[in-house]
Nanobody, 123 residues
Framework: QVQLVESGGGLVQDGGSLRLSCTASGRDFVRDVMGWYRQAPGKQRELVATMTRSGAASYADSVMDRFTISRDIAENRVYLLMSRLKPEDTAVYYC?????????????????WGQGTQVTVSS
């Protein structure tokens, strides 16, 4: 059974920092894109940051230069270091693994999600 388990969320003041961790089990995601999404109350889930198997990172404009994504391939983990947090960063943060399998016959894509961890930034 594939599982993604997040940890590290909590309550922090405006301008503070938090580090989220996600540990994957049941499948090796070394070849896949892993990342973080978030969902604020009343809003759609949005992409925060992703990292490819080669280490290429991409970020949402709203978190650029404040958040840093990293991966520990050997431990099947992905991290999100969040600095200079703002109240608008308050959301449930979800770990994601995007699996893409290409064969001659077809391309298959599947997303795996964690249960989410709450991040609350107080003003």
């Amino acid at each position: 059974q594939v599982q993604l388990v997040e940890s590290g969320g909590g309550l922090v003041q405006d301008g503070g920092s938090l580090r989220l961790s996600c540990t994957a089990s049941g499948r090796d995601f070394v070849r896949d894109v892993m990342g973080w999404y978030r969902q604020a109350p009343g809003k759609q889930r949005e992409l925060v940051a992703t990292m490819t198997r080669s280490g290429a990172a991409s970020y949402a404009d709203s978190v650029m230069d404040r958040f840093t994504i990293s991966r520990d391939i050997a431990e099947n983990r992905v991290y999100l270091l969040m600095s200079r947090l703002k109240p608008e960063d308050t959301a449930v943060y979800y770990c994601n693994a995007h699996v893409k399998i290409v064969t001659i016959e077809r391309v298959t894509e599947q997303d795996y999600w964690g249960q989410g961890t709450q991040v609350t930034v107080s003003s």
